[in-house]
């Protein structure tokens, strides 16, 4: 089919590599403007524009598509790009742009949205992350038609992807994009075959996962063990849940942390319990808080053991 590709990070990347692997023709992408990364904030392009140049692809990176917005003359360029190439469908993945009524009744066949949960749960901008902070067993990816809502437009195909008891949202993204490249690969398939029937979504069930804020990433010891081992994994690695330890001046991001059986005692929440290269116990609301892998602020991530080598506080058994 002939397509437009709209996509951002490396989650979009691999969709877009999967539709050109399955014969696609694509011969435009739209991907966010290139942004600071790095130590020297160089101006770097997105994943999804990376791998469109190195596929010969045009790319465009209009910062609006709203013909009344902020950039009306870059959002009545894409336009012109998109009338150009007249596509069958517009597939979008991660873009990060609101998609006005226009963009979506252009392609002949409108445009199809990769969300990386099964809808309606978790509709909204950070479903992988709220998935493992709310002790979600199972998720998955949903190809859905697009309409203006918030990812409220019709599901034309699921795929479920289970979450591991202590798997990271690093790793869940990277189960997540694969199973969505695919699911994308099967949709337009069976879409071409007249085989793919939309359906409304349920309307129990409907969650909304908020876009992630750095507030979120300070560890609330007053709340359970278990609770703050699912949002360090939910964090890792944005924004990355943080903690205050004794005799460091600013807080040590926590990359992998586990709850462990009640040893609390009467300490308060907050409470460093021990502090050894077994892991560094903190009392919580309900049961204690193992931390294992840590990163100091300007350091490198490191496993307890190695961290423990440069902090020691005094008293601790």
């Not at 609330?220 to 609770?227: G, K, M, S």
């Given at each position: 089919m002939?397509?437009?590709?709209?996509?951002?990070p490396?989650?979009?990347?691999?969709?877009?590599?999967a539709?050109?692997?399955?014969?696609?023709?694509?011969?435009?992408?739209?991907?966010?403007?290139?942004?600071?990364?790095?130590?020297?904030?160089?101006?770097?392009?997105?994943?999804?524009?990376q791998?469109?140049?190195?596929?010969?692809i045009?790319?465009?990176?209009?910062?609006?598509?709203?013909?009344?917005?902020?950039y009306p003359?870059?959002?009545?360029?894409?336009?012109?790009?998109?009338?150009?190439?007249?596509?069958?469908?517009?597939?979008?993945?991660?873009?990060?742009?609101?998609?006005?009524l226009?963009t979506?009744?252009?392609?002949?066949?409108?445009?199809?949205?990769?969300?990386?949960?099964?809808l309606?749960r978790w509709?909204?901008?950070?479903?992988?992350?709220?998935?493992?902070e709310?002790?979600?067993?199972?998720?998955?990816v949903?190809?859905?038609?697009?309409?203006e809502?918030?990812?409220?437009?019709?599901m034309?195909?699921?795929?479920?992807?289970?979450?591991?008891?202590?798997q990271?949202?690093?790793?869940?993204?990277?189960?997540l994009a694969?199973?969505?490249?695919?699911?994308?690969?099967?949709?337009?398939?069976?879409?071409?075959?007249?085989?793919?029937?939309?359906?409304?979504?349920?309307?129990e069930?409907?969650?909304?996962?908020?876009?992630?804020?750095k507030a979120e990433?300070a560890?609330?010891f007053?709340?359970?063990?278990?609770?703050?081992?699912?949002?360090?994994?939910?964090?890792?690695?944005?924004?990355?849940?943080t903690?205050?330890?004794?005799?460091?001046?600013?807080p040590?991001?926590?990359?992998r942390?586990q709850?462990?059986a009640?040893?609390?005692?009467q300490?308060?929440?907050?409470?460093?319990?021990?502090?050894?290269?077994?892991?560094?116990?903190i009392?919580?609301?309900?049961?204690?808080?193992?931390?294992?892998e840590?990163?100091?602020?300007?350091?490198?991530?490191?496993?307890?053991?190695?961290?423990?080598?440069?902090?020691q506080?005094?008293?601790?058994?």
């Amino acid at each position: 089919m002939r397509l437009v590709f709209a996509g951002t990070p490396e989650f979009a990347r691999i969709a877009l590599d999967a539709l050109l692997a399955a014969g696609h023709d694509i011969p435009l992408v739209l991907t966010q403007p290139d942004r600071p990364a790095g130590r020297g904030l160089k101006l770097t392009p997105s994943p999804v524009k990376q791998a469109a140049q190195a596929a010969g692809i045009e790319v465009a990176q209009p910062r609006s598509l709203k013909l009344d917005g902020r950039y009306p003359d870059e959002a009545a360029a894409a336009r012109e790009w998109l009338v150009r190439v007249a596509p069958d469908v517009m597939v979008v993945a991660a873009y990060g742009l609101i998609l006005p009524l226009w963009t979506l009744q252009l392609p002949r066949l409108g445009c199809l949205n990769i969300h990386a949960s099964l809808l309606p749960r978790w509709r909204g901008a950070a479903p992988i992350q709220r998935a493992i902070e709310a002790g979600d067993t199972r998720t998955g990816v949903t190809i859905m038609q697009m309409d203006e809502g918030l990812d409220t437009g019709d599901m034309l195909l699921e795929q479920v992807v289970p979450i591991g008891p202590q798997q990271s949202a690093a790793e869940l993204h990277d189960a997540l994009a694969l199973a969505g490249g695919q699911a994308i690969v099967q949709a337009l398939d069976a879409l071409q075959r007249g085989e793919l029937t939309p359906r409304p979504q349920p309307q129990e069930g409907i969650t909304y996962a908020a876009k992630l804020d750095k507030a979120e990433a300070a560890l609330d010891f007053t709340q359970p063990a278990d609770v703050l081992a699912r949002r360090v994994r939910a964090f890792n690695p944005v924004p990355g849940a943080t903690v205050r330890l004794p005799g460091l001046s600013e807080p040590v991001k926590v990359w992998r942390a586990q709850a462990v059986a009640d040893g609390a005692g009467q300490a308060a929440p907050g409470t460093v319990l021990r502090a050894s290269a077994q892991g560094v116990d903190i009392a919580a609301g309900q049961g204690v808080l193992r931390l294992l892998e840590l990163q100091k602020a300007g350091g490198k991530r490191q496993p307890v053991e190695v961290f423990m080598q440069g902090w020691q506080p005094a008293g601790m058994p």
